[in-house]
T-cell receptor, first 114, second 114 residues
Framework: DTEVTQTPKHLVMGMTNKKSLKCEQH?????MYWYKQKAKKPPELMFV???????INESVPSRFSPECPNSSLLNLHLHALQPEDSALYLC?????????????FGQGTRLTVV | AQSVAQPEDQVNVAEGNPLTVKCTYS??????LFWYVQYPNRGLQFLLK??????LVKGSYGFEAEFNKSQTSFHLKKPSALVSDSALYFC????????????FGDGTTLTVKP
């Protein structure tokens, strides 16, 4: 299994809602990542988990809260988002726990904040 | 600070012709270099990487890239383009250190016309 699976594929939420994005991989990778991507722009790194510990937080607002319950799962909890947070949210994983070296990406969750 | 430049926003080629998507980089020390492809409404797919060794790297779907240290370039090439190669291509670089993070270029949209 060489896939990173993200659910849901699409999500529409109001600014007062609480929702979660989920990511799963079964490749034995020890590093997992959240990226935010606007249309036709490069992905922007948000968080990195290495060996289930948060190793990088790229100054992301607290309305985004990551969680890594185990080495295969990565969640992104969302609360009180703004319309400008609408984007494609990508999860990725890599074998190298020191940093991404040819990461595998999921298909993304298309988030719309209304 | 590291950086990646993809000087062309758009590359157009005819099917069957060779294609080149350009990438130059700046990083302290020796680089890890990557190419990713993104089809509409999809996540990123890893194409190939340069870590060390042979300067010519072969990747998925018949793509290859050549690492040129003196010109700090890592151009993506394919001898014969297919219409299905039409997509958004991202080059990325990171230093070969434990704490290295990847920096992505702004992307190049490749259009292959029949």
């Amino acid at each position: 299994d060489t896939e990173v699976t993200q659910t849901p594929k699409h999500l529409v939420m109001g600014m007062t809602n609480k929702k979660s994005l989920k990511c799963e991989q079964h490749m034995g990778h020890r590093a997992m990542y959240w990226y935010k991507q606007k249309a036709k722009k490069p992905p922007e790194l948000m968080f990195v988990y290495s060996y289930e510990k948060l190793s990088i937080n790229e100054s992301v607002p607290s309305r985004f809260s990551p969680e890594c319950p185990n080495s295969s799962l990565l969640n992104l909890h969302l609360h009180a988002l703004q319309p400008e947070d609408s984007a494609l949210y990508l999860c990725a994983s890599s074998q190298d726990g020191r940093g991404e070296v040819g990461a595998f990406f999921g298909q993304g969750t298309r988030l719309t904040v209304v | 600070a590291q950086s990646v430049a993809q000087p062309e926003d758009q590359v157009n080629v005819a099917e069957g012709n060779p294609l080149t998507v350009k990438c130059t980089y700046s990083v302290s020390g020796n680089p890890y270099l990557f190419w990713y492809v993104q089809y509409p409404n999809r996540g990123l797919q890893f194409l190939l990487k340069y870590i060390t060794g042979d300067n010519l790297v072969k990747g998925s779907y018949g793509f290859e890239a050549e690492f040129n240290k003196s010109q700090t370039s890592f151009h993506l090439k394919k001898p014969s383009a297919l219409v299905s190669d039409s997509a958004l291509y991202f080059c990325a670089v990171r230093p070969n250190t434990n704490a290295g993070k990847s920096t992505f270029g702004d992307g190049t949209t490749l259009t292959v016309k029949p």
